[in-house]
């Protein structure tokens, strides 16, 4: 099938995130101007450069309230946040943090999670997570919106600092992927979990 995105798809549901999949899940943690902590997951994120490293995630939609999510407008107001690498081991908690609740609603708590504390930046880190990344916002942009109820903006961090579990590094220095066993989301409902690795040169 071919379809444009401006004209419907005429399928039983909008095929467009199973179209792009795996997607990493970057569970978010900022805090608010007033000093709320905030968690939730977007699986628009991704690693976006190295040198220096670059992370950026996109919040789509509205807040219970009706202005942008939590995520995006903690990280412009206060310019930080952390990324928090989502693992099997936490998957009910990561989809539990995803609740819509009120602004001042603390999802660490909701979820049952620990919260560590950063080095450079003030968002707390989520302990239970084997990686972390703190980030400063370099840049918020504002997306395309379908209606103006939506507020779609991509946030773009420079990452500052780099938490790894010690025990995820293995003898020769690489991190193992299949210890940690991150999620990937799929379309739809559906999830992965890296557990299965496979190494290719490149070519000369
Ligand atoms: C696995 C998963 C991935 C998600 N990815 C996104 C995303 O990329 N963008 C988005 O706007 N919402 C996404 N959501 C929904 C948000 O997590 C949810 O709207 C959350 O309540 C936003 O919280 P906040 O207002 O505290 O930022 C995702 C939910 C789940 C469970």
Do not use: Q
Not at 79 to 87: D, H, P, W
Not at 140 to 148: G, K
């Amino acid at each position: 099938m071919f379809y444009e995105p401006k004209n419907g798809h005429g399928l039983a549901r909008d095929p467009i995130k199973a179209c792009v999949v795996p997607r990493p899940i970057g569970w978010i943690s900022t805090i608010s101007s007033d000093g709320n902590a905030n968690l939730a997951p977007f699986s628009y994120s991704n690693l976006v450069g190295t040198d220096p490293p670059m992370f950026m995630f996109s919040a789509n939609g509205a807040h219970l309230d009706g202005g942008a999510k939590d995520s995006a407008l903690n990280a412009s107001e206060t310019g930080e946040f952390v990324y928090n690498l989502s693992t099997w081991a936490t998957h009910e908690e990561m989809n539990r943090s995803s609740l819509h609740v009120g602004r001042n609603e603390d999802e660490f708590d909701l979820a049952g999670l620990t919260k560590a504390d950063s080095v450079v930046v003030k968002p707390p880190r989520v302990a239970e997570s084997p990686i972390n990344l703190e980030c400063k916002t370099w840049k918020t942009v504002e997306l395309p919106a379908a209606t103006s109820n939506d507020h779609n903006i991509m946030v773009i961090g420079e990452v500052v600092g780099v938490h790894i579990m010690d025990d995820a590094i293995k003898d020769n220095g690489f991190i193992d992927p299949v210890l940690l066993r991150p999620l990937a989301r799929l379309g739809y409902l559906d999830y992965s979990v890296v557990d299965e690795v496979f190494t290719m040169s490149r070519p000369k």
